[in-house]
């Protein structure tokens, strides 16, 4: 059977301690980078095959890197907290951080809440958290903000930024925005540049609107209405044409 991180024996004591230290140390797992390999949105895990390899001694004492095995039902850590939770489409492929936990994790991820330890394995492959985020050299993106905070789209043409010093937020795309709510408010002075299309339901508005442009309703130009029925005096038109 091969052993992982196998190491030579030494003659002297000093030697002797330091790599059965260093033996020891092999066995310890904190974190390994790691790339999914598929994603359980309803149980919340990910299979992860770790990025790392492992040197392995063979029975022949022969040396040779090897992958470590996949590791299973890793609970996938999204930022979370006070009844809110940041959610994003994880993707065979992604690259991810996997943290291993000091005991076994298998009472608590079934039950929640405090529990005593299922296993007494420490530090071992079967508990890690996978926190998906760290990027290569090879997977990097590029043009990240140094001065705003952003929810982009991994090339950045699909963004929403706060600005911490003018505290301007500002949202931009290249495709649909889509708002659905009973109801919408906006406080403020409101400008819009382009087409604007309502339908169904009323639109009420309490202010002054200055339109640069037209403004047609069904069917009907603002500026270009002509209305019938005209007389002088007193008498009222009748409705536009």
């Not at 890793?74 to 005991?103: N, Q, Y």
């Not at 890690?128 to 090339?155: C, E, H, W, Y």
Request: charged content about 15%; some cysteine.
């Amino acid at each position: 059977m091969m052993a992982f991180e196998d190491y030579e024996r030494s003659s002297s004591l000093e030697s002797t301690v330091r790599t059965a230290l260093t033996g020891a140390q092999a066995g310890i797992w904190t974190a390994l980078p790691g790339i999914v390999q598929s994603f359980d949105a309803s149980a919340v895990t990910a299979v992860v095959q770790p990025a790392i390899k492992a040197m392995v001694t063979r029975p022949d004492g022969e040396k040779q890197a090897a992958k470590l095995p996949l590791l299973l039902d890793c609970p996938v850590v999204f930022p979370r907290g006070g009844g809110c939770t940041l959610t994003f489409p994880v993707k065979a492929g992604d690259e991810c951080l996997v943290v291993f936990s000091a005991r076994c994790i298998d009472a608590w991820w079934q039950s929640g809440g405090i529990q005593l330890p299922m296993e007494s394995r420490m530090h071992d492959l079967s508990d890690g958290f996978v926190m998906v985020g760290p990027m290569s050299q090879a997977k990097k993106i590029g043009n990240i903000s140094t001065t705003a905070v952003q929810l982009r789209s991994d090339d950045g043409v699909a963004f929403v930024e706060i600005d911490p010093g003018s505290k301007n937020i500002r949202a931009k795309t290249s495709s649909l925005v889509s708002i659905e709510a009973p109801d919408i408010h906006l406080t403020g002075n409101v400008t819009i540049t382009g087409t604007v299309t309502q339908s169904g339901g009323n639109t009420a508005m309490t202010g002054n609107v200055s339109v640069n442009g037209d403004v047609s309703a069904n069917g009907i130009s603002l500026s270009q209405h002509k209305h019938g029925g005209v007389t002088s005096g007193g008498g009222t038109t009748s409705t536009p044409v």
